[in-house]
């Protein structure tokens, strides 16, 4: 997982929301985007996840435009 100061620390399970960190971008863990750069490959290297919406907003990254749009409009 993926804390507010954006370093990553373990945990036994994953959180809701995930994240790509190159991207500085989160959504909901069955987004069709994000299945689909998973199945492509280098993708998953670079996967966080977060325990919640909130700390992902903190650690610095921004909604996914597909999985999240209202988010992603404000």
């Avoid at 750069?37 to 996840?49: I, L, S």
Wanted: aromatic residues 10%; hydrophobic residues 35%.
């Amino acid at each position: 997982m993926c804390g507010p100061d954006g370093k990553p620390y373990a945990d036994s399970a994953p959180g809701a929301p995930g994240g790509h960190r190159r991207g500085r971008l989160y959504g909901r863990l069955g987004c069709p985007s994000a299945l689909r750069a998973v199945a492509r490959g280098p993708y998953a290297a670079h996967r966080v996840f977060f325990p919640d919406e909130a700390t992902a907003i903190a650690a610095g990254y921004r909604p996914c435009a597909r999985c999240l749009p209202a988010q992603y409009a404000r």
